[in-house]
């Protein structure tokens, strides 16, 4: 059973995937009015297909990696000239190459464009049906064994760190895509921190950072400290009838101090109330930039045969439709710069390239998230929707990018490159590409060794 979660999972994640990039290539070329010969999901042998009234082969494919649109081009006319029997006279006037350039840039750049819009969709979806978590990285133990210890005498326990170089640390993930954007580097980081409520400006000489894929898994550890994520101290959903509800507290509320005891973050809260079942409160608030005093009576619940206090809220912070969009458009701007950056870090040295994963360390992330629930599988979709788009927009030919890149010099040129130079790029594209599926998979069997 667990072996057919992972099948479907990995059939229903590449195959949204692939589709998504395909349809972003037909719809474009359909816009444009350029005969789509074939639509195919999968390679190879075609065992299910079916035509629409424009005479569009829509197929699956025995090889279930990738897809392909196939439009009809000069070229192929040429080179299967019964192929022209089947055409009508308008579609032999729109082949693909009888288009002006910038259309046929914009159909190759809509393959990736799609999958960045999916991304953004994925998102957007996510953020506003989960609560802004609100977390913070806190500096959680500084490594007092001088063999651990690199930078870490910059820093002390409670820092909270806000920002490094100046891009705002937003969620649990930010730290190490962060740091690790600055593998192989040599220079001044510079860290925002507020020390016991301070703000504070930390800045560190770093020489040829994170230099080992080992380093590179942990970047805080290299550092000489360990971090925790911990929630802001923010209302989120309140349950109706619980304790929070009665007593008037709300949504976005921030919970400053509860009796005598200032409070930091959200674990405080729980601590707290789950130490004082049926008591009296008085929460210290702030709210639309006022402070409120508001006694609340904590109700009890009975865990492990102990009464423990119940507030009866999540924290975090809800999310308005603008802001969940406004958020997956950054997160897939983000990510997709990274994403690039990361891709350059393999090509210097400056980044182990282990974690490349093909289709077998797909599969297997597949199957994980799906039985972990939809909002990691959607989740990881979007990220592997990202990647397929930032690949396809390498200048390397038989990807979308490696055809832009032809499309430009071809602009400049003021004419296509010579039949033979064009064959020799595709051939040379299509070996990197082939070489580099072999080491991914190579890579995801020596995972299992």
Same mark, same amino acid.
């Given at each position: 059973?667990?072996?057919?979660?992972?099948?479907?999972?990995?059939a229903?994640?590449l195959?949204?995937?692939?589709?998504?990039?395909?349809?972003?290539?037909?719809?474009?070329a359909r816009?444009?009015?350029?005969?789509?010969?074939r639509?195919?999901i999968?390679?190879?042998?075609?065992?299910?297909?079916k035509?629409?009234k424009?005479?569009?082969?829509?197929?699956?494919?025995?090889?279930p990696?990738?897809?392909?649109?196939?439009?009809?081009?000069?070229?192929?006319?040429e080179?299967?000239p019964?192929?022209?029997?089947?055409l009508?006279?308008e579609?032999?006037k729109?082949?693909?190459d009888?288009?002006?350039k910038?259309?046929?840039?914009?159909?190759?750049?809509a393959?990736?464009?799609?999958n960045?819009l999916?991304?953004?969709?994925?998102?957007?979806?996510?953020?506003?049906?989960?609560?802004?978590p609100?977390?913070?990285?806190?500096?959680e133990?500084?490594y007092?064994?001088?063999?651990?210890?690199?930078?870490a005498?910059?820093?002390?326990e409670?820092?909270?760190?806000?920002?490094?170089?100046?891009?705002?640390?937003?969620?649990?993930?930010?730290?190490?895509?962060?740091?690790?954007s600055?593998?192989?580097?040599?220079?001044?980081?510079?860290?925002?921190?507020?020390?016991?409520?301070i703000?504070?400006?930390?800045n560190?000489?770093?020489?040829d950072?994170?230099?080992?894929?080992?380093?590179?898994?942990?970047?805080?550890?290299?550092?000489?400290?360990e971090?925790?994520?911990?929630?802001?101290?923010?209302i989120g959903r309140i349950?109706s009838?619980g304790?929070?509800?009665?007593?008037?507290l709300?949504?976005?509320?921030?919970?400053?101090?509860?009796?005598?005891?200032?409070?930091n973050?959200a674990?405080?809260?729980?601590n707290?109330?789950?130490? =004082?079942?049926?008591t009296?409160?008085?929460?210290k608030?702030s709210r639309d930039?006022? +402070?409120?005093? #508001?006694p609340v &009576? %904590? /109700?009890?619940?009975?865990?492990?045969?102990?009464?423990?206090?119940?507030l009866?809220v999540?924290?975090?912070?809800?999310?308005?439709?603008?802001?969940?969009?406004?958020?997956?458009?950054?997160?897939?701007?983000?990510?997709?710069?990274?994403?690039?950056?990361?891709?350059?870090?393999?090509?210097?040295?400056?980044?182990?390239?282990?974690?490349?994963?093909?289709?077998?360390?797909i599969?297997?992330?597949?199957?994980d998230?799906?039985?972990?629930?939809?909002l990691?599988f959607?989740?990881?979709?979007?990220?592997?929707?990202?990647?397929?788009?930032?690949?396809?927009?390498?200048?390397?030919?038989?990807?979308?990018?490696g055809?832009?890149t032809?499309?430009?010099?071809?602009?400049?040129?003021?004419?296509?490159?010579?039949?033979?130079?064009? =064959?020799?790029?595709?051939t040379?594209?299509?070996?990197?590409?082939?070489?580099l599926m +072999?080491f991914a #998979?190579f890579n &995801? %069997? /020596?995972?299992?060794?």
């Amino acid at each position: 059973m667990t072996f057919l979660i992972y099948i479907l999972a990995f059939a229903v994640l590449l195959g949204v995937l692939v589709t998504i990039h395909e349809f972003g290539h037909f719809i474009f070329a359909r816009m444009f009015k350029v005969h789509v010969q074939r639509f195919s999901i999968g390679m190879g042998p075609v065992f299910y297909k079916k035509y629409d009234k424009h005479g569009t082969e829509f197929a699956l494919s025995a090889i279930p990696l990738g897809g392909y649109v196939s439009m009809i081009t000069n070229k192929l006319i040429e080179l299967e000239p019964e192929i022209s029997q089947q055409l009508t006279e308008e579609q032999m006037k729109n082949t693909f190459d009888s288009k002006p350039k910038w259309q046929r840039a914009l159909i190759m750049f809509a393959g990736p464009l799609a999958n960045f819009l999916l991304s953004i969709f994925i998102f957007t979806s996510i953020f506003i049906s989960t609560i802004d978590p609100q977390t913070v990285p806190v500096v959680e133990k500084v490594y007092e064994d001088s063999n651990k210890v690199y930078y870490a005498s910059s820093f002390e326990e409670g820092d909270k760190i806000n920002a490094i170089n100046g891009v705002t640390i937003k969620d649990a993930k930010d730290f190490n895509l962060e740091l690790l954007s600055y593998a192989g580097f040599t220079g001044e980081l510079n860290f925002e921190v507020n020390r016991d409520e301070i703000p504070l400006s930390v800045n560190i000489e770093v020489l040829d950072f994170l230099p080992t894929s080992e380093s590179q898994s942990n970047p805080a550890a290299y550092m000489g400290f360990e971090i925790a994520y911990k929630m802001q101290p923010i209302i989120g959903r309140i349950v109706s009838g619980g304790s929070a509800d009665n007593a008037g507290l709300k949504s976005n509320d921030l919970v400053l101090e509860i009796g005598n005891e200032k409070v930091n973050y959200a674990e405080d809260i729980q601590n707290i109330v789950s130490n =004082n079942p049926d008591t009296t409160l008085d929460f210290k608030i702030s709210r639309d930039d006022n +402070i409120f005093y #508001i006694p609340v &009576d %904590i /109700s009890s619940r009975v865990v492990s045969d102990e009464a423990r206090g119940f507030l009866g809220v999540q924290f975090g912070t809800s999310r308005s439709f603008w802001q969940a969009f406004t958020k997956g458009v950054y997160e897939t701007y983000n990510l997709s710069a990274k994403t690039l950056q990361f891709i350059g870090k393999m090509v210097t040295g400056n980044m182990g390239t282990e974690n490349l994963s093909g289709p077998i360390g797909i599969a297997q992330m597949a199957g994980d998230t799906a039985q972990a629930g939809l909002l990691p599988f959607m989740y990881l979709m979007a990220l592997l929707s990202i990647s397929l788009a930032v690949i396809n927009l390498l200048p390397i030919p038989v990807l979308d990018g490696g055809q832009l890149t032809l499309l430009g010099i071809e602009a400049v040129r003021g004419k296509p490159l010579p039949e033979k130079a064009e =064959n020799m790029i595709y051939t040379g594209g299509t070996v990197l590409v082939v070489m580099l599926m +072999i080491f991914a #998979i190579f890579n &995801d %069997i /020596s995972r299992f060794l």
